[in-house]
């Protein structure tokens, strides 16, 4: 049984969520999936972890006086739970410097595009209005920016003539499931080094 923990951040409907709670089951992680933290308490997500047996933690950003605020709760119930590693999957808020700086070097996110292109919103239609005949999916370290952390690992998605927004929405969420579990997997193992800017990932030959 493992003993590396997670935490996954989620405001949506969860698809990668249940990727990374699949592979904790199938012993593809390497780590366990300890909590489940939404700032939407109706979402889709919630009714995952429920069914996958994952701690929540729920709450409702207007209740606080300063996203500061929310983030310091969060973190203590973060420390209870020892997390070792915080994966951002559809989490639909910025985080301030309390969340970032404590969890610098253990904070992870998924973008929808070969980073550094095509930040922000709708990363999927900036692509395709673009033109680009490849875009794809980033994980990151996040820094505080918009999508601006160092770059762990990169999956491309082809743009093939005629392809519609949805049709490449659907490959990027097949390439984020599958790569997402894997970046898990190699800090679970601790093979991620960072150095500045740049992400070693020390794979055994």
């Not at 999936?33 to 109706?42: H, I, R, S």
Request: with cysteine; hydrophobic share 45%.
């Amino acid at each position: 049984m493992t003993n590396y923990r997670i935490a996954v951040f989620a405001s949506g409907t969860g698809s990668n969520f249940q990727s990374l709670v699949d592979a904790a089951r199938n012993g593809d992680l390497g780590a366990s999936v300890e909590l489940l933290v939404c700032d939407k308490p109706a979402a889709r997500v919630v009714q995952r972890a429920h069914d996958a047996g994952v701690e929540c933690h729920l709450f409702t950003p207007k209740n606080y006086a300063s996203r500061e605020a929310y983030e310091a709760e969060i973190i203590e119930v973060l420390e209870s739970k020892q997390i070792d590693l915080v994966v951002l999957a559809g989490y639909m808020r910025l985080l301030t410097s309390v969340m970032v700086d404590r969890y610098a070097g253990r904070l992870i996110n998924i973008h929808p595009s070969l980073l550094p292109a095509f930040a922000g919103k709708d990363a999927i239609g900036q692509a395709l209005d673009y033109g680009v005949k490849v875009t794809g999916v980033t994980v990151h370290f996040v820094d505080g920016g918009m999508d601006t952390g160092p770059i762990i690992a990169q999956h491309p998605v082809p743009v093939q003539p005629g392809d519609t927004a949805e049709m490449i929405s659907k490959a990027i969420h097949a390439a984020e499931q599958q790569l997402y579990p894997e970046v898990v997997s190699w800090f679970a193992r601790g093979l991620v080094q960072l150095n500045g800017r740049h992400v070693t990932v020390n794979k055994p030959v």
